[in-house]
């Protein structure tokens, strides 16, 4: 009998044994291409993809030197392009150049080239929805010129470009497009996509030793549907992002109530709410803006900021931040006829049955559409000095 539970727990023992053999599916990372970005370009009739493909060997600690990083100084990233007539066939083409298998679960961001996104993304975004690797949460991302360019800059400051131009998408807005809510727009009534406008620049004058390129984002792509048709400068585009409640702690310069100079506020806390309206068939929508806002900088000769004085900083403030919102809305409005605001969004949610019946004729309605703005902001703080430094007393100018 005791022969008999031996027997038995020598064969238990052996079968545990086929459940801690591993991972059937496992990858060995000797096996792995991690695909860190993606450039899109379109070349003629073709794709271009550009992979952006981490090197394990490389990615040393953070403090090493070299452009991209690295621990020998080299870059820890390589660049692997390809032509093909399919966004899908350009991958195809990359894993017949490469030994490791190419892994997309890990791409952060997707720079879409200027002139493909004017030719339309939504035959490339199709790739995107279906395989599950790519991501939604990656962040799409046009360019000034050639994405590849773009992505292939020094960047010294990430180890990746790409991870660079994550960054700032974060810097820039407090919920960055992701392709999720890329798509999302395009695919959805009263609502047109925007993206961030990235581009390559110098970190110092050419002229100096030692130049680096560098990445920037200074501006918005303004789509109609999944088709580019402008950029916004960085000025007007701050003002859109501000309206829309998605601003990262801007700063908004004013020019001093009286005397000479500007002084910059930042704005803490930003939020804002449309109200649309509907009166004898005119559409009007107002944008409620609420902030806090701290005086970061004066340089100007204007006052101590006493009372008197922050009412008539918040009087400049709302004026300034009235005629930026309105200025960008022109654009997107006139120039642009593209909604990215939302406003047909904030008609179907607020009075879905005066949308019901505008709905198909929105394009036509929405340049007429007359939007007010409405700034709410309490400065509450002065900083530590209230008085311009380097400006004697009698020079002061007091309200």
Not at 7 to 22: P, Q
Not at 35 to 58: C, F, H, M, T, W
Not at 132 to 141: H, M, T, W
Not at 169 to 184: A, E, G, H, W
């Amino acid at each position: 009998m005791q022969f008999m539970y031996k027997y038995r727990a020598v064969i238990v023992l052996l079968l545990c044994t086929t459940f801690i053999s591993g991972c059937w599916d496992r990858k060995e990372i000797n096996d792995v291409a991690f695909v860190i970005g993606i450039a899109v370009d379109k070349e003629g009739e073709n794709y271009r993809s550009s992979l952006q493909i981490a090197l394990p060997g490389q990615s040393g600690s953070s403090g090493s030197e070299g452009g991209g990083g690295g621990t020998s100084g080299d870059k820890s990233w390589f660049m692997l392009s390809n032509t093909a007539k399919t966004l899908r066939g350009t991958s195809l083409e990359g894993q017949k150049a490469l030994s490791r298998r190419i892994y997309y679960a890990h791409r952060r961001t997707m720079l879409i080239g200027e002139d493909l996104a004017r030719d339309g993304v939504a035959s490339m975004l199709d790739l995107f929805t279906r395989y599950p690797l790519n991501r939604f949460s990656a962040l799409p991302v046009v360019t000034k010129g050639e994405a590849y360019a773009v992505m292939d800059t020094d960047a010294p400051i990430e180890k990746f470009p790409s991870e660079m131009v994550r960054e700032l998408c974060f810097l820039n807005m407090r919920n960055p497009r992701s392709l999720k809510t890329f798509i999302d727009a395009i695919l959805s009534d009263g609502v047109d996509p925007f993206l961030p406008v990235a581009s390559k620049v110098d970190n110092v004058p050419k002229d100096w030793k030692d130049v680096k390129t560098n990445i920037k984002l200074d501006g918005l792509a303004v789509f109609k549907k999944d088709k580019l048709v402008g950029m916004i400068d960085k000025a007007p585009a701050d003002a859109l992002i501000l309206a829309m409640g998605e601003a990262n702690a801007p700063e908004v310069m004013v020019k001093s109530p009286r005397g000479e100079g500007d002084i910059f506020i930042k704005l803490n806390e930003n939020n804002s709410s449309l109200h649309p309206s509907i009166k004898n068939d005119k559409v009007t929508v107002t944008i409620q803006l609420y902030a806090k806002g701290v005086v970061v900088d004066n340089e100007s000769n204007y006052g101590d900021l006493r009372e008197t004085e922050i009412l008539k900083l918040n009087d400049a403030i709302h004026k300034k931040i009235k005629e930026d919102i309105v200025e960008g809305v022109r654009l997107i409005q006139g120039k642009y006829r593209a909604d990215i605001l939302g406003i047909g969004r904030s008609i179907h949610q607020h009075l879905p049955k005066e949308w019901d019946k505008m709905k198909d004729r929105w394009d036509d309605i929405y340049p007429d559409v007359e939007v007010n703005v409405i700034p709410h902001v309490i400065i509450e703080n002065v900083g530590v000095v209230n008085k311009p430094i380097g400006v004697v007393e009698e020079d002061i100018i007091h309200d």
